[in-house]
Nanobody, 127 residues
């Protein structure tokens, strides 16, 4: 079963840094587009940054210059480096990715793209 497992969240003071990881596990052929979302307390889910399969990136205006999304295809892992953290960055961060999985059924091997979410990791920035 394909899964995305997140790690790296925690509690930091304003101005500090964290690096989030989103590691794909299971029968994965490749990861296509991937992104990080966050949900601040009392607010809606928002896109923070995303990255294409060829490394092209974009990010929300609120995090430009502070957050960097990257990927290591050999490890099926996507990262979010967060620097100069602010209290308003506090929230639950979720990884999302389009994954091409390897499926074997009835003696046939095939590839299928699915969309997966990580379990979420809490980021808390104190003032």
């Amino acid at each position: 079963q394909v899964q995305l497992v997140e790690s790296g969240g925690g509690l930091v003071q304003a101005g500090g840094s964290l690096r989030l990881s989103c590691a794909g596990s299971g029968s994965i052929f490749s990861i296509n587009v991937a992104g990080w979302y966050r949900q601040a307390p009392g607010k809606q889910l928002e896109l923070v940054a995303d990255i294409s399969d060829d490394g092209n990136t974009n990010s929300a205006d609120s995090v430009k210059g502070r957050f960097t999304i990257s990927r290591d295809n050999a490890k099926n892992t996507v990262y979010l480096q967060m620097n100069s953290l602010k209290p308003e960055d506090t929230g639950v961060y979720y990884c999302h990715a389009g994954v091409i999985g390897i499926r074997q059924a009835m003696g046939v091997t095939s590839l299928r793209r699915g969309h997966y979410w990580g379990q979420g990791t809490q980021v808390t920035v104190s003032s």
